[in-house]
Antibody, heavy 122, light 107 residues
């Protein structure tokens, strides 16, 4: 069974740095084709992809947030960490991590973690 | 960025109805299109990948079609548990983008 779970602060102040950890089980991030991504969802709004890290440590970021994001992995701990700098109230959202599954050139996110709500407020 | 536009934004339907949700890409994405279902307070769940492949465990009343810029998700006979929000997502470019969602409500 594959599971992912996000952890981190529920409340951060404006200008602070957010650090979120995705702890997963049931798969290895050293397996070719596998990745872990972060997606967020502001309350009542749509999903927004943030970042992705591949099994070979290749990394991709949303261009609009690239300057603020860093994604890393610790394969031995089965963890992926996302940091987002200079947090603002508009960054208030539920943050999800999800496994990126790949078949030939097709890929998709499955499964997803339960999500963690992060509120940015002073 | 590839923009994904879903229609309608919301839809009221009854149990047993056949429902179709449309997703349009701002450029051709071949069949690099996935569909997710999200229930209130829950994480999205993959329904369809590669435009028309049904994810394991997903009921066969769900189906997807399309290629290029126009895609559809069809639910052949709505069940009470299908009332949720549905999102399309393109995977043609690694700058993944989602549609704005279609909220399916009970009539």
């Amino acid at each position: 069974q594959i599971t992912l779970k996000e952890s981190g602060p529920t409340l951060v102040k404006p200008t602070q740095t957010l650090t979120l950890t995705c702890t997963f089980s049931g798969f290895s991030l050293s397996t070719s084709g596998v990745g872990v991504g972060w997606i967020r969802q502001p309350p009542g709004k749509a999903l927004e992809w943030l970042a992705l890290i591949y099994w070979d440590d290749d990394k991709r970021y949303s261009p609009s947030l690239k300057s603020r994001l860093t994604i890393t992995k610790d394969t031995s701990k089965n963890q992926v960490v996302l940091t987002m700098t200079n947090m603002d109230p508009v960054d208030t959202a539920t943050y999800y991590c999800a496994r990126k599954q790949q078949l030939v050139r097709q890929d998709w996110f499955d499964p997803w973690g339960q999500g963690t709500l992060v509120t940015v407020s002073s | 960025d590839i923009q994904m536009t879903q229609s309608p934004s919301s839809l009221s339907a009854s149990v047993g109805d056949r429902v179709t949700i449309t997703c349009r890409a701002s450029q051709s994405i071949s069949n690099y299109l996935n569909w997710y279902q999200q229930k209130p307070g829950k994480a999205p769940k993959l329904l369809i990948y590669a435009a028309s492949s049904l994810q394991s465990g997903v009921p066969s009343r769900f189906s997807g079609s399309g290629s290029g810029t126009d895609f559809t998700l069809t639910i052949s006979s709505l069940q009470p548990e299908d009332f949720a929000t549905y999102y399309c997502q393109q995977s043609y470019r690694t700058l993944y983008t989602f549609g704005q969602g279609t909220k399916l409500e009970i009539k």
